[in-house]
């Protein structure tokens, strides 16, 4: 079945005529695994932003359906709760918010409900097995003296708690040594069902070999999603860089 389904977008910086999007397609199904690549600049970023409904771009042009609904007509809280999950490329910290409250409160604001504490503990444990996450960091305030690996398996812990149908993880693999590289990839797919995808967003096909699954590999490039392929175009990418593409 088709989770998300891009059309001609277009989008500008706000109360601009500055383009960034300049007619993005891209199809997701439940279960695939999508990866964009591209160099700096190249709108990789906006993109992800926009489907979230970040406030400093506006569309003009275009549609976005997710899970059968218009997106562009939810507000960015409604597209969470719709299952739409951004990561941020630097994650916050909250000082005074232990990570296990902060989950919970993420987890009733999504599925709207107040689960017990002791309930939530429950539905936690087989999550943090799943990302394989120490419980001790259920006590530590978010973020909080955590290590980029940390943080970034922090908010896949994130990710998994609000069981989201699509996550949207913008260079997750930024600055991460290989052991915790492959942390993040085991964490993922750890997570992954049938059901939920993924669209990542890097500048390394390591994150890729990890994750070992076949899956989509586009180039954006000036605001477009200029060529599509599998894992070998991300490993031409690596070889020849982003000239090799837009020569071939
Ligand atoms: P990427 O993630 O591919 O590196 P971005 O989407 O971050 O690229 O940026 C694409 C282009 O849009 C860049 O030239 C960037 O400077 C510009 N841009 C993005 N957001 C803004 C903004 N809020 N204000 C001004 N320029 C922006
Ligand atoms: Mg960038
Ligand atoms: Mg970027």
Redesign the pocket.
């Known amino acids: 079945n088709v989770l998300l389904e891009v059309n001609d977008l277009r989008a500008v ?1 706000k109360d601009t005529d ?1 383009e ?1 999007l300049k007619g993005v397609n891209l199809t997701i199904n439940e279960g695939e695994i999508h990866t964009i690549m ?1 160099r ?8 992800a932003k926009v489907l979230v409904g970040h406030p ?1 771009y506006e569309v003009t042009k275009g549609d976005i359906v997710f899970k059968g609904e218009n997106l562009l007509e939810m507000d960015p809280e409604e597209r969470s709760h719709a299952g739409l999950f951004m990561s941020f490329q630097s994650p916050v910290e909250i000082p005074g918010v232990s990570n296990m409250d902060f989950l919970r409160m993420a987890y009733n604001a999504r599925k709207k409900t107040e689960i017990s504490p002791i309930e939530f503990f429950h539905f936690l444990l087989p999550k943090l097995e799943a990302v394989k996450m120490d419980p001790r960091f259920l006590d530590r305030n978010v973020n909080e003296g955590f290590s980029g690996g940390e943080k970034k398996r922090n908010e896949i812990l994130q990710l998994a708690v609000l069981e989201a149908d699509l996550a949207i993880l913008d260079e997750i693999d930024s600055g991460l040594d290989v052991d915790a590289l492959q942390d993040v990839a085991k964490a993922l797919l750890g997570l992954m069902t049938p059901k939920n995808s993924i669209l990542m967003i890097t500048h390394y096909p390591t994150l890729l070999d990890l994750i070992n699954k076949p899956g989509f590999v586009h180039i ?1 490039q000036d605001g477009v999603i200029k060529r599509t392929g599998d894992r070998s175009l991300a490993k031409l990418v690596e070889k020849g860089g982003y000239a090799e593409i837009s020569n071939a």
């Not at 700096?40 to 993109?47: A, E, H, I, L, Q």
């Open positions: 910086i500055k960034i591209g700096n600049g190249s709108g990789k970023s906006t993109f400093d954006m």
